[in-house]
C-alpha cells in the first residue's frame, strides 16, 4: 500500500511534534482573543434604501436585492461562556508508561487546583502527531475542573501504524493514571484509537470525536459495542478525514450526537496545528470564519460535551447541543455550525 493512500484514510500526517515531552504553560491562554462576536460585513450606517438616488446607474455592485443591516445576535449571557479559559489553575506533569505490549507510552497530566472527583480524560492525538497537539485543549478542560492525561501514542505513524492496539494502550494508561470511570477523546486516527477503547473498557463512561476517522472498518466493528454517550464535532471533507468518511463513524453508535463546524478543517481539531498538517490535509477556504472564530466554537463544543459526560455540569449539553439551548441556538443563528 502507498503511504499517501494510508495518510488520506486515516488523518493528518507529516509534522513532527515540537516539544513532545514538555508542558504547554501557555496553553490556557491560547486563542482566547476571538470570543467576541464577528461584526464583519454588517452595514451599521443604516442606509438601506437609497430612494433619491434614482439616476445612479454606475453602481455595479448595485444587485437590486436587499441589504441585510440586522445585527448579529449577541452573545448568550445566561450561562457560562465555555470557549473562555475557566477560573481553575492547572499543574501538569510529564512521564512514560511501559505498557504490556512493550510500548514506551509518553504521556503529559493537568490537574485543576484542588484535583478532580470527576472521570478521567483521556486525549488523544491523530497520525504523525503527538500529545503536543493535544495539550492546549487538555490545560483548557483542566482550567474547568476537568483531569486530562495526554498520550503519545506508539503506534501513529506512517511506518507503524496499528490503532486497535493504541485503544489497548489508551485503556491500559487509564487505569495506571487512576482507577475508576474515563471519557475517551480525540483527533483523526487518535479519534479511532478512542472508538476501540471505548468499546474495549468496562470503565468508559463517555466518548468525544474530533474530526475522528475511520480506518479497515475498525471503527463499525468496534461501534456495536459502544454502550456509552457520545459526541462529535466534524468539519469539510479532505483527505485526512476520509473525505468524509467521520459522520457514518459516528452514527453507527447508538444515540451519538454530532454537529459540523462552518469552514472547519481537519487541523482545526488539534490545537497547536502547523504547515505540514496544512500542506497535507488542506485548508478551508474560510469564507465566513477566521481561524480563531473556528476553533472557538470547536472549544465551546468540546468543553460543554465532556462537563455534561463527567457529571461536572448537566445543563452543559443542553445549553450548547440542543436546540432551544442559548449557546446552540447563537452557534446556529450565526451560522457556526450545523
Not at 83 to 107: D, F, I, M, N, Y
Request: glycine share 12%.
Amino acid at each position: 500500500m502507498r503511504w499517501w493512500v494510508l495518510v488520506a484514510a486515516v488523518g493528518c500526517a507529516g509534522e513532527p511534534a515540537d516539544d513532545a515531552g514538555k508542558a504547554d504553560t501557555d496553553a490556557v491562554a491560547d486563542d482566547t482573543d476571538g470570543v467576541g462576536v464577528d461584526t464583519d460585513g454588517a452595514d451599521t450606517d443604516g442606509d438601506t434604501q437609497d430612494t433619491g438616488d434614482s439616476g445612479d446607474t454606475g453602481d455595479s455592485g448595485d444587485s437590486g436585492m436587499p441589504v441585510d443591516t440586522d445585527p448579529p445576535p449577541p452573545v448568550p449571557t445566561s450561562s457560562a461562556d465555555l470557549r473562555a479559559t475557566g477560573s481553575l489553575t492547572v499543574t501538569s506533569s510529564s512521564g512514560t508508561l511501559q505498557t504490556t505490549s512493550g510500548c514506551a507510552l509518553s504521556w503529559q497530566h493537568f490537574v485543576p487546583d484542588g484535583g478532580s472527583t470527576a472521570p478521567l480524560v483521556v486525549l488523544t492525538h491523530g497520525l504523525q502527531r503527538s500529545e503536543a497537539q493535544m495539550t492546549t485543549w487538555a490545560a483548557h478542560l483542566a482550567s474547568w475542573g476537568l483531569e486530562v492525561v495526554t498520550p503519545t501514542s506508539c503506534h501513529a505513524s506512517i511506518i507503524d501504524l496499528d490503532q486497535e492496539q493504541n485503544g489497548l494502550d489508551l485503556i491500559e494508561l487509564a487505569a495506571a493514571t487512576r482507577a475508576g470511570p474515563v471519557i475517551y477523546a480525540g483527533h483523526s486516527a487518535g479519534g479511532l484509537a478512542s472508538w476501540v477503547a471505548a468499546s474495549r473498557d468496562a470503565n468508559a463512561v463517555g466518548l468525544f470525536g474530533l474530526d475522528p476517522v475511520e480506518f479497515n472498518t475498525l471503527g463499525a466493528t468496534a461501534s456495536p459495542d459502544i454502550g456509552v454517550r457520545t459526541y462529535a464535532v466534524t468539519g469539510d471533507d479532505s483527505t485526512c478525514n476520509g473525505f468524509g468518511n467521520q459522520p457514518a463513524l459516528i452514527d453507527a453508535v447508538a444515540g451519538s450526537t454530532r454537529l459540523y463546524v462552518v469552514d472547519a478543517d481537519h487541523c482545526d481539531f488539534e490545537v497547536p496545528t502547523g504547515p505540514l498538517c496544512t500542506l497535507v490535509c488542506g485548508r478551508s477556504t474560510n469564507a465566513r470564519f477566521t481561524e480563531v472564530e473556528i476553533r472557538d466554537t470547536v472549544r465551546g463544543l468540546l468543553t460543554s460535551a465532556l462537563l455534561d459526560l463527567a457529571g461536572l455540569d448537566p445543563t452543559a449539553a443542553a445549553t450548547w447541543w440542543t436546540p432551544g439551548g442559548a449557546w446552540f441556538d447563537w452557534m446556529e443563528t450565526t451560522g457556526r455550525v450545523r
